[in-house]
């Protein structure tokens, strides 16, 4: 079994900065791409970006190229995502998901973190 949890969610104002990171725990870390994804009510969870397991690859939805940044410290058993330029559509419910073979597909991915709020005001 995978632990994920997720950390350094908060309230920001638009065209602010945030980073999350997320920790794991209980089987070997460094074999999974771990992706980050997000839901705002009302709306189906939705992709936002990847990072193979040996940090070679990443792949971001087109919303957050350019802006986001995905990257992980396998040492650290750590995945961060930072955040620059947000926008207000960025207020979400932030989580981080561990896959053997997933990459853009929430389906794919076999354990998740309990999320982490991230409200950007206008």
């Known amino acids: 079994q995978v632990q994920l949890v997720e950390s350094g969610g908060g309230l920001v104002q638009a065209g602010g900065s945030l980073r999350l990171s997320c920790a794991a725990s209980g089987r070997t870390f460094s074999r999974y791409a771990m992706g980050w994804f997000r839901q705002a009510p009302g709306k189906e969870r939705e992709f936002v970006a990847v990072?193979?397991?040996?940090?070679?690859?990443?792949y971001y939805a087109d919303s957050v190229k350019g802006r986001f940044t995905i990257s992980r410290d396998n040492a650290k058993n750590t995945v961060y995502l930072q955040m620059n330029s947000l926008k207000p559509e960025d207020t979400a419910v932030y989580s981080c998901a561990a896959s053997r073979r997933g990459w853009t597909t929430a389906d794919e991915y076999d354990y998740w973190g309990q999320g982490t709020q991230v409200t950007v005001s206008s």
């Open positions: 990072i193979s397991w040996s940090g070679g690859n990443t």
